[in-house]
């Protein structure tokens, strides 16, 4: 898979709407009700992070439910990028970008959205084919004013800034021409998930599936 058919591909989960969950899955029998309340919430596209032992399980069973684009987030290795394919990830998140690691997402065929947050790196991913890039962790690397700077000159990186973002703050980012959605954790509390409580989970992903954006 080319960068500029992996771009393509990043770009579509990234346009079905306003939100990407970020996922941190420690009880896997909390998974497929999770994606259920997401996906009726209005949130289609999922990132589980591989930071825990059950996560590629999580995403075989996410992966199951359906309505949903199941994802691998915290991609840092080859490795990481064989084992999501195989559990069924249809896309990769990784925090920054290797060689290697973007070589592996190509061979495999799983679409990535790279992670940069330095105009040099954009720049980097840019060279190489990239075209829609995650940026993180957004508000700590600059926010969304770094954003809207980084927009004059090079317009044609669309991103999905994810670190640090709330329901609060999403609106300045998804205001930029530049952004296609946003990613975060907050629509799925730990709390909520610990308690089963699929309900205000399905009420937060209405909250932010009905976000406005501009891109
Ligand atoms: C992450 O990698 O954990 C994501 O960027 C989500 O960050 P958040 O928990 O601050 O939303």
């Known amino acids: 898979m080319t960068p500029a058919q992996q771009s393509l591909e990043a770009e579509t989960i990234c346009r079905l709407a306003p939100v990407v969950p970020v996922l941190v899955i420690d009880d896997l029998a909390q998974a497929a009700p999770l994606a259920m309340a997401l996906i009726a919430g209005g949130l289609p596209a999922l990132e589980v992070t591989l930071r825990t032992p059950c996560a590629l399980d999580a995403i075989r069973a996410m ?10 987030g915290t991609l840092l290795t080859p490795a990481d990028v064989k084992a999501a394919k195989a559990a069924g990830a249809m896309f990769g998140v990784s925090p920054g970008a290797t060689n290697r690691l973007i070589a592996a997402c190509e061979d495999e065929g799983l679409p990535l959205l790279p992670g ?79 308690n089963g409580d699929w309900a205000a989970i399905t009420a937060l992903a209405r909250e932010a599936s009905g976000l406005a954006r501009s891109a």
């Not at 992966?63 to 691998?72: E, F, M, N, T, W």
């Open 63 to 72: 992966s199951q439910v359906p309505g949903g684009i199941v994802g691998a």
């Open 116 to 194: 940069a947050a330095t105009a040099t790196e954009i720049m980097a991913l840019l060279e190489k084919g990239y075209t829609v890039q995650k940026f993180f962790p957004a508000e700590q690397a600059g926010g969304a004013a770094y954003l809207r700077s980084i927009g004059s000159p090079i317009p044609q990186v669309k991103f999905c800034p994810t670190g640090g973002i709330s329901l609060k703050i999403a609106p300045d980012y998804l205001s930029l021409k530049n952004i296609l959605c946003v990613g975060g954790s907050w629509v799925a509390p730990k709390e909520a998930m610990a």
